[in-house]
């Protein structure tokens, strides 16, 4: 059985280092010579982000080479999708590549970590990749999270909005309702309520408070008796260390006492550093 590696060490798991580098190898090759990555977690991919990346390409070329593995003749594409396709959009004769020798799972596990770190996966198109990871790889969702450099709950919270509507999962992935949301939606059981609250978070623009404040009111009395002991994590404690972990991507830890507390940033590498806080950084401006 081969050796297990926690892949979710940061996006320099990505880039061979010098003790690997003899297994990797860096070339020029035609776009056409690359197919598409059949473990590709992102289902969408935003027109004017493309739009964007084709500009920048056509300015200053493609700057980071993309991650591929041999298939063949030709090679399969790991990670780096929108520049190779960007690339072909150009019309280019050749791209820089870095071939990798990795397993179907390693192929996954890389992807869905360059695309986390950057935020490219809307919540639902994470979640269906943790989905696969556990599905097809016989994974718990312990090792999931080992493997990724996040927190099982982070793991466990984004399966859970697999449960919703089909129709509520697509207004997450299109941005008019957010993960947030989706977890409130949770805590009521019928999918028809599920669907007609989805429709008042979209027409009235409701905040998660407003639409925490309505669940409460509409919940069953039984269901208001089952209500967790006042000891629980604050629900909107855990709400914001969850949209800190989706933002920063990676494990972020809220500990709330009384009227202070501390925000926990968990970092692998000096270069997952730097990228945490260049995100900062951005926010701050």
């Known amino acids: 059985m081969m050796e297990r590696r926690a892949l979710g060490k940061g996006i320099d798991a990505l880039i061979p280092d010098h003790e690997s580098e003899k297994h990797n190898r860096m070339q020029n090759v035609h776009p056409d010579q690359i197919q598409p990555n059949p473990f590709q977690p992102r289902e969408e991919f935003e027109q004017e982000g493309m739009d964007e990346l084709v500009k920048s390409i056509k300015e200053k070329g493609i700057l980071q080479p993309i991650l591929v593995r041999r298939k063949g003749d030709a090679f399969e594409l790991i990670a780096g999708e929108r520049r190779w396709r960007a690339s ?121 408070r407003e639409l925490e404040n309505i669940v409460k009111i509409r919940r069953p009395r039984s269901a208001k008796r089952r209500m967790v002991n006042p000891l629980a994590i604050d629900p909107m404690v855990a709400v914001t260390e969850e949209e800190l972990q989706q933002s920063l991507g990676t494990k972020v830890r809220v500990i709330r006492r009384k009227k202070r507390g501390h925000i926990n940033i968990e970092f692998y590498s000096m270069q997952d550093l730097d990228r945490i806080a260049q995100l900062i950084k951005e926010r701050k401006g």
């Open 88 to 208: 072909k959009l150009l019309n280019l004769n050749e791209i820089p590549i870095i071939i990798k020798d990795v397993e179907d799972q390693d192929s996954l596990e890389i992807s869905l970590i360059e695309n986390i770190q950057r935020r490219d996966l809307n919540a639902i198109e994470e979640a269906k990749a943790y989905s696969y990871l556990l599905e097809k790889f016989n994974l718990t969702q312990e090792e999931v999270a080992d493997i990724l450099g996040k927190a099982r709950a982070t793991i466990s919270n984004a399966l859970r909005l697999l449960k919703l509507p089909l129709e509520i999962q697509d207004e997450i992935k299109k941005g008019r309702i957010s993960f947030a949301h989706g977890r409130t939606l949770l805590e009521i059981d019928d999918p028809l309520d599920q669907r007609k609250l989805a429709e008042e978070i979209i027409s009235r623009a409701l905040s998660v």
